[in-house]
C-alpha cells in the first residue's frame, strides 16, 4: 500500500469540508446556430418582415385620400351639397378622370353602388346627393353621412383603373380639385 489508502485521520469536519475541491464550471453554451441553415432561415425571416414593413407603409400611403375624405366629411356635418362634392372627389382621387368625371344622374348613383354602395346609393338615402348640390336649403341627412363615411371606408378600385393612380395615391380630395 502506497499510503493514499491509509484511513483518514478522524478530524473535525470544517476540516474535511476545507480538503474539497471545487468542481469545474462546464464551458459556456453558445448562442450562435451551428447550422447554416438557421442562419438562412434569420435572413428570410428578416427579408419577410420587410416586405411586410413596406407593403403596410405603401397600403397607408395609398389610403390618405381616404383619410382626408373622411375628415372632410367630419367637418361638413351632415350637409349634402357637402357630402356630394367629398364623394366626387374621392372617386376623382382612386379612379382616373375619365371614368369617374363624367358620370352624373343614375350614371354616377349607380357608379357609387357598384364600387361599394350596396345598392344603398339607388335605391336608399343616396338619391339625396343627385339634386343637393342644386339646392341651398337641403335638409341634414345623418344617414347619407353615413352611408357616405362606409363608402369612403369600403371602396374598391378594380386593378384595370388603378393606372396612373401611383401618382395621385398621396393626392388628397382637396388637392384633386386643383
Known amino acids: 500500500m502506497n499510503g493514499e489508502d491509509a484511513p483518514l485521520k478522524a478530524g473535525s469536519l470544517v476540516e474535511l469540508i476545507d480538503r474539497l475541491v471545487d ?13 447554416a441553415g438557421w442562419a438562412v432561415l434569420a435572413v428570410v425571416l428578416a427579408l419577410a418582415l420587410l416586405f411586410a414593413a413596406w407593403r403596410c407603409w405603401r397600403h397607408w400611403r395609398a389610403n390618405a385620400y381616404r383619410r382626408a375624405a373622411l375628415a ?19 372617386a376623382l382621387a382612386a379612379w382616373p378622370r375619365g371614368e369617374v368625371a363624367s ?11 357598384a364600387t361599394g354602395g350596396r345598392g344603398a346609393f339607388a335605391g336608399g338615402p343616396g338619391r339625396a346627393i343627385l339634386a343637393a348640390p342644386y339646392r341651398r336649403d337641403a335638409a341634414p341627412m345623418p344617414e347619407l353621412t353615413a352611408l357616405a363615411a362606409r363608402w369612403i371606408r369600403r371602396h374598391r378600385v378594380r386593378p384595370s383603373s388603378r393606372k396612373g393612380r401611383a401618382t395621385r395615391a398621396a393626392q388628397t380630395p382637396a388637392e384633386a380639385r386643383s
Open 103 to 113: 358620370l352624373s344622374g343614375e350614371a354616377w348613383l349607380a357608379f357609387l353602388d
Open 23 to 35: 468542481p469545474l464550471q462546464p464551458a459556456p453554451v453558445s448562442m450562435r446556430p451551428e447550422t
Open 72 to 90: 372632410e366629411l367630419g367637418a361638413a356635418g351632415d350637409d349634402p351639397s357637402a357630402i356630394a362634392a367629398i364623394l366626387r372627389r374621392t
